[in-house]
């Protein structure tokens, strides 16, 4: 940690009566990592996030909050992009993590793109727990001026839900309306 470094508790109420704190701490062997913490219902569950003070890998809580769980989120150490991590709230392990897409908190969805999987993005039902593969229609995406070049993707956005299918838009084309459904995946 460089001289004048801060690094700043950080805490949220959760939904479901659960509160967050994220906090610095020294482990065992006396080096800076920083913790978070679950608490409901008089019990408290502390678990590491990062071993590291770097300001650029420290997650933020950023008001993503879903019945069961919750969103962390960090520009990943100076890539140009934005991260996330899905925590279980009752157990506060780590469920998912992927490159920041959409948060579609009334239908709990999660938007993303997988680095570990060829780049490849998806749609996350937070409540089945069912992902969606997401194959972008580039025909569609070249008829539009909005959307024929590379940074059109992730522009994407979670537009509307349905029993069958996700709709999904492109908000670089607004006022345009550029859209496309997705069947939902099955569930296991």
């Known amino acids: 940690m460089k001289k004048g470094d801060t690094i700043e508790t950080q805490s949220a ?15 065992k062997k006396n080096e800076g ?12 569950n502390t678990q590491l996030l990062v071993d590291t003070f770097i300001a650029n ?3 933020y809580y950023e008001g993503v909050d879903f019945q069961n769980y919750f969103t962390l989120q ?5 890539t140009s992009n934005y991260y996330f991590w899905l925590y279980e709230k009752e157990t506060g392990n780590e469920i998912l993590t992927g490159i920041c897409g959409d948060f579609d908190l009334k239908n709990e969805l999660i938007l993303y793109t997988d680095e570990d999987n060829g780049y490849n993005k998806y749609i996350y039902d937070v409540n089945t727990k069912v992902k969606t593969l997401i194959e972008l229609p580039y025909e569609l995406m070249d008829k539009h001026e909005c959307t024929k070049y590379n940074n059109s993707p992730k522009t994407l956005y979670i537009k509307k839900v349905t029993k069958e299918y996700y709709y999904l838009a492109f908000e670089i084309c ?12 099955a569930q296991l």
């Open 74 to 78: 960090s520009n990943g150490g100076g």
């Open 13 to 27: 109420f959760l939904k479901n009566n659960y509160k967050l704190i994220i906090f610095p701490a020294l482990n």
């Open 33 to 44: 990592v920083i913790n978070f913490r679950l608490i409901h219902n008089n019990k408290e």
């Open 174 to 185: 607004e006022p345009l309306l550029v859209q496309f459904k997705v069947k939902k995946a």
């Open 57 to 59: 890998y420290r997650p």
